[in-house]
């Protein structure tokens, strides 16, 4: 399977932990994007990179939250302190710069529950 | 005030139907703009993009109002496999983050 892929599908973590995600964009993608997702709600952009470089991030990335892609292949999300607040589907997305504009190729995500 | 609004629905149309979806948004600095489908508990993808002139793609036609800042989706002919959620989404001008609406969920029945 050549698409995005995320892991884990899903992650259950009590109030207070600490959850990383990994994101492996389509391969000859050098933009990944991270969107969340709730109930009832379309994606909200968190933050993105273009090859290593973060190049925004959303006011609702709060300090809890941090986004790496190291080698400008996989990505990872992690959430510090995690509160029930956070409980969303996270999803990542790729695309080839230059690409038309709007083509990103969305992940299964990864569905986080905070009890 | 959100950036870009839907109806959210349902709308719940019989198989044959026409039905037509519409979206608003607010930022006049918006540059792009298109229609994403979700089906239950998957990923968004691309259905379409849409234009100033309108755009169709075989039973779906998309159209833009950029004077009244106003996009719609016009499916014909509907199919029970076209159930899903249809997300309007724009992007702004020299970004390259997608803005979507919340959607609205379509229920095609027989």
């Known amino acids: 399977d050549t698409g995005v892929s995320q892991n884990p599908r899903h992650k259950i973590t009590k109030r207070g932990q600490n959850v990383t995600f990994r994101c492996d964009p389509i391969?000859?993608?050098?933009?990944l994007y991270w969107y969340r997702q709730t109930l009832g709600q379309g994606p909200e952009f968190l933050t993105y990179f273009q090859n290593e470089a973060q190049l925004e991030k959303s006011r609702l990335l709060s300090d809890r939250f941090s986004a790496e892609r190291p080698k400008g292949s996989f990505s990872t999300l992690e959430i510090q302190r995690t509160e029930q607040g956070d409980s969303a589907m996270y999803l990542c997305a790729s695309s080839l710069e230059r690409s038309g504009v709007g083509e990103q190729y969305f992940g299964p995500g990864t569905r986080l529950t905070v009890t | 005030r959100k950036e870009v609004e839907q109806d959210p629905g349902p709308f719940n149309v019989p198989e044959g139907a026409t039905v037509a979806f519409n979206c608003t948004y607010s930022?006049?600095?918006?540059?792009?703009f298109f229609w994403y489908r979700q089906d239950c508990r998957k990923e968004p993808k691309l259905l379409m993009s849409?234009?100033?002139s309108g755009n169709e793609d075989g039973r779906f036609t998309a159209q833009l109002n950029r004077a009244s800042q106003y996009i719609s989706l016009l499916i014909r002919d509907s199919k029970l496999s076209d159930s899903a959620t249809y997300l309007c989404?724009?992007?702004?001008?020299?970004?390259?983050?997608?803005?979507f609406g919340t959607g609205t969920r379509l229920q095609v029945f027989p």
């Open positions: 930022n006049s600095a918006s540059q792009s």
């Open positions: 989404v724009v992007i702004l001008y020299n970004t390259d983050k997608l803005i």
């Open positions: 391969s000859e993608h050098n933009r």
């Open positions: 849409v234009y100033s």
